[in-house]
């Protein structure tokens, strides 16, 4: 009998010591995958699993309608974030946008990237470390639910349900965001 017990006693500790060395962004992933919670909406209309002909669709109509253009280089879509301050149009956001489409041309993340309209090198109000903390209270505020955790190389992170959003200051002028469908990624990972 002590046998049997000590075995079990054996692997409750190796079961333990295994999920305690699981990062708490590992954690929050199983934990949110796991609540089944679908959250894909995007914006502007936009989600998970549309095709590539629904984003150009869309991306259209919001051209007509005046909100967005063809970005620098014609590699996003881009839009104009007023500032709060009617008055102080050097703190209007760039935000530019592309989708990430599957083999079968389905949407499963959106690359973002955040600037200030006004950025120069020179002018340090500007700069992306700056932005980063508007960009992050901008996204809770679009996307309420859990915080934005720190992971590795001054990434946050935040998870909810299936949709992951990370970011991240890419450079002095970009704030980089990726918008991601979990149960995609991991899905696909998987086979």
Known sequence: MKLISLNKVFLFLLILSVFSCQSDYTKLVKK???SGKQYDSIFHNLKFGQT???FFKICWGLNEEGIA???PSNNYVQTILKSQ???NSTEDIRML???KFNPENIITAMDVKFSFVAWAPWNDDLLADKLLPKVKDTLMKWYPGNPFIKVKNNILVKVDGNRQIQLAQESDRDVSVLIEDLAYKYNNINK
């Open 52 to 54: 590539k002909s629904d």
């Open 85 to 87: 301050d009617t008055t």
């Open 69 to 71: 253009t063809h970005g």
């Open 32 to 34: 949110e995958l796991a």
């Open 97 to 99: 946008f592309y989708a």
